[in-house]
């Protein structure tokens, strides 16, 4: 086992060799630079063509690709991320205040999800069709049907209709004020959690049904057990793999890849960042956002394959 | 650029004319002034940062030398930091007599070391320090502090319009110790003499400001503080104002997004509306053939049915009157009957666009010619003005295929010279003849003329109009200019001007909305009724 988490921490260094690589090219092949996203616009009548050169300068990026790739290489081996080319603040300053929000984002609505799916495909798979079935499945489908940010603008207008309030716009750590807090993020996390149940779900029903239907639970049935006790002891532990799988995923999905729902509630989140420094040209940014993205991703998917074993005896790594 | 000797009481006439009504009210004291900003600045240095979303969060707690102040209709330069001011008579000297006793927030006293060392680093940067308006103060020598409540501007030749160039919202003063040690402190930090003084500023969410109880205008500012919340959607900043989470939201909102916030907020909303010293051109590259033939451009213009347009746009979409090259309504503006006479302007639309097809025969211009119409990513309001524009040249036989380029690379794009037609923008915080028609000139003079044309004919009214020291001498070389770039030569065509659309609390009071977004952000003067 030891040399089996060895190898696939050995073999996440080249995988994000690549990634770092295909960011670095494709950030250069877009056009426009942040010189020109900031100077560019309006009030530019009286830009200047020295003044650009001389913000190019400054940020290298009048340097050959090579010479800006190594450095850059250099910077994350000492784990360096450098600087925003957009702001000039510690790229570590600029994610470190928005991780906060997208990580108690993540984690609550993957806890709704989680919450939602497992149950609900449990008793959709237990009550196949009959009508909690249905109702299950219809629940389930309209949320996949629903984007989030379109569930949270509904939110937004009932709310803004019914009650005549809105969540806050400002983010306010849980230390700091629970009641704020949670008051802000419980509705994105509603509007998020629900439309990642939705898949949560179908996986967590398609996959009980066909453990229900293997040879041991019958034998179980047969012996007597209880259900409840068939179900949490031998069905749930082998049908919850690849629910596991998909949470988990989109866990790692959505500490920035909620773009358009952090618009809507004006959440000051990772994925907005990531539009933002895309937009601005803001390479260094960019970078340092997917590589840190795609790190989770291997993390996230590592963990959840070490969890595997742990879960289903059958699998044993070598 | 050049100077006008005509511009600086225009100047403030300029506003005064768009002006609005509002009834004097006992201000109250206290409370915090919640407003949506749009945007976020890179940083926090206003000398070398062009957007708008730098003046409403930061401008708070800055003082400029000189401002422009009271309701629209009331509306005068007056000083800020400067208490009376004097030009020689050879118009080369402009002499600022400083407020006495005008504190820094650090407790320190501000004195002409700190105005000429703020002004030195806008017009004379170091190596190394950006400065996005040092071209526009091309015409001054020098700048000097010969006592400490004194500072001389020295110009190389005569400027009328330098007073205007001052009123820039954006030419902070700053601390003349603080910029000798680091003259890039200010992009990290706050620290001036404005009405408010910096409490936080939480990157990607907001702004917050307190009251200076030391502010040199005893008895202002009237609130507590201020929150400057940055929303990039608007479908939010619909919703703050709406839900009250924010007072209000100084840039704009769209007709729709008025009446979706009036439609919810009803007696407690009140909306401000002003025509907007921003503009969407069409700009049309001269090194393109057949744009090289000013029978093909005037018949762009002559295909644009700009007076219907005024009425169906300003119904979606933040544009509004029929306009030339200067503000309708203000002084150097034509008036309606004479823009009328301009091709593309012609109240007749079925004889403007007979002499376009006309034209674009005569220029050898065949039925259903293609052309590439490139758009800015931005949807209000490229986007329907980019339709609209398509639409019209359809109407005489042109096809149009529009090409959108994503906002951050599309100034780099057009720059390059490789579009045909293009939509470009102009915004300014004053409408002055001078700011407002540098745009224009060859481009050998201003490289952001994307026409990629030279007009020595063009060039030489503009220097005309600059120099001219009488106020109705200056008008017709206006009109003269706006003739040739609109009309004789059609070098560049005018959509609609923008129109700014303000719904706020009706709880907000003593601010009034003024032509530019970039203006009347200080709030000294604003106050919440409860």
């Not at chain 1, 942040?34 to 009030?43: I, P």
């Not at chain 2, 003739?483 to 700014?500: F, G, I, P, S």
């Amino acid at each position: 086992m030891a040399r089996y988490i060895l190898k696939r921490l050995l073999a996440m260094i080249p995988t994000l060799l690549g990634v770092a690589i295909l960011i670095f090219l494709l950030l250069r092949v877009v056009p426009g630079d942040v010189v020109e996203a900031r100077y560019l616009g309006q009030g530019s009548q009286f830009q200047s063509q020295d003044l650009m050169n001389q913000e190019r300068a400054k940020l290298g990026l009048d340097q050959p690709l090579w010479k800006q790739f190594t450095s850059w290489m250099a910077g994350l081996a000492r784990l360096d991320f450098g600087l925003s080319m957009w702001t000039g603040a510690p790229i570590t300053e600029e994610i470190k205040l928005r991780f906060a929000l997208s990580l108690q984002l993540a984690l609550m609505a993957s806890t709704i999800a989680t919450l939602l799916a497992i149950p609900l495909g449990i008793l959709a798979a237990v009550k196949q069709d009959t009508w909690i079935d249905y109702a299950v499945r219809v629940f389930s489908i309209a949320g996949l049907a629903t984007p989030s940010f379109w569930l949270g603008i509904l939110m937004i207008l009932v709310m803004l209709t019914v009650f005549k309030w809105i969540p806050p716009m400002v983010f306010t750590p849980f230390w700091v004020n629970p009641w704020e807090n949670l008051a802000q993020l419980i509705w994105p996390a509603l509007a998020v959690g629900y439309r990642y149940s939705a898949v949560g779900t179908r996986m967590m029903r398609s996959a009980m049904l066909e453990v229900l239907r293997e040879d041991y639970i019958r034998t179980a049935r047969a012996k007597g057990l209880w259900l409840k006790l068939i179900l949490s002891r031998h069905a749930l532990k082998n049908a919850i793999l690849p629910v596991l799988t998909v949470i988990s995923l989109e866990f790692a999905f959505l500490l920035g890849g909620l773009v358009v729902t952090e618009q809507v509630f004006n959440l000051n989140g990772l994925g907005m960042l990531f539009v933002e420094a895309i937009a601005r040209r803001d390479y260094t940014l960019t970078q340092a956002l997917v590589m840190l993205v795609a790190t989770f991703f291997l993390i996230v998917n590592f963990v959840v394959d070490i969890a595997y074993a742990w879960l289903d005896p059958r699998i044993r790594y070598r | 650029m050049r100077p006008t000797l005509a511009s600086t009481a225009m100047a403030a006439a300029c506003l005064l004319a768009l002006g609005s009504n509002l009834q004097a009210e006992t201000p109250k004291r206290g409370g915090t002034l919640n407003f949506a900003v749009v945007a976020e600045p890179p940083n926090t240095d206003c000398h070398a940062t062009t957007t708008f979303a730098m003046v409403h969060p930061v401008a708070p707690q800055y003082s400029t030398l000189l401002e422009f102040v009271g309701p629209m209709d009331k509306l005068r330069i007056e000083g800020d930091l400067a208490e009376s001011w004097e030009v020689s008579k050879d118009g080369l000297t402009y002499t600022f007599k400083l407020r006495k006793g005008v504190k820094f927030h650090d407790g320190s006293e501000m004195t002409s070391k700190d105005v000429k060392a703020s002004y030195d680093k806008i017009v004379f940067p170091p190596p190394g320090v950006g400065s996005t308006r040092k071209g526009q103060y091309s015409d001054v020598k020098a700048i000097e502090a010969p006592d400490p409540l004194t500072v001389v501007f020295r110009l190389k030749e005569q400027s009328g319009s330098f007073i205007a160039s001052l009123l820039s919202p954006y030419n902070f003063i700053y601390k003349a110790d603080i910029l000798a040690k680091d003259p890039h402190w200010y992009e990290k930090n706050i620290m001036g003499t404005g009405p408010f003084t910096f409490v936080e500023h939480v990157k990607g969410s907001h702004v917050v400001g307190k009251k200076n109880p030391n502010y040199w205008d005893k008895g202002k500012p009237y609130l507590d503080g201020f929150r400057a919340i940055f929303m990039r959607d608007s479908a939010a900043q619909v919703a703050a104002v709406r839900g009250e989470r924010a007072h209000i939201q100084f840039r704009g909102f769209s007709p729709a997004e008025r009446d979706s916030i009036v439609s919810t907020l009803g007696s407690k909303v009140t909306v401000q509306e002003s025509p907007w010293d921003c503009i969407l051109l069409v700009g049309i590259n001269h090194e393109k053939k057949p744009f090289d033939d000013k029978r093909v451009r005037r018949a762009l213009t002559l295909a644009l049915d700009r007076h219907e347009a005024s009425k169906a746009l300003s119904k979606i979409a933040i544009v509004k009157a029929v306009a030339g090259v200067q503000v309708p309504g203000t002084p150097f503006a034509t008036p309606p009957e004479e823009l009328n006479k301009l091709a593309g302007y012609w109240p007749d639309i079925e004889k403007s666009r007979a002499e376009a097809r006309r034209l674009l025969k005569e220029a050898g211009v065949p039925e259903g010619f293609q052309f590439t119409f490139t758009n800015r990513g931005i949807p209000m309001p490229y986007e329907p003005l980019g339709v609209w524009l398509i639409d019209q040249w359809r109407k005489v036989g042109l096809n149009v295929k529009q090409e959108v380029i994503e906002a951050a690379a599309y100034f780099g794009t057009i720059r390059k010279g490789d579009t045909q037609v293009h939509m470009d923008f102009q915004c300014g915080y004053i409408v002055e003849p001078d700011l407002d028609m540098y745009k224009f000139l060859s481009t050998d003079r201003n490289p952001a003329n994307y026409g990629r044309y030279k007009d020595p004919v063009l060039d030489d009214l503009y220097d005309k109009q600059s120099r001219a020291t009488n106020v109705e001498e200056r008008k017709r070389l206006v009109r003269q200019f706006e003739k040739r770039v609109l009309d004789e030569e059609a070098h560049y065509l005018m959509t609609l001007q923008w129109h700014r659309i303000i719904p706020h609390s009706a709880k907000v009071k003593g601010w009034t909305v003024t032509p530019s977004h970039y203006l009347n952000n200080t709030l000294d003067t604003v106050w919440l009724t409860q």
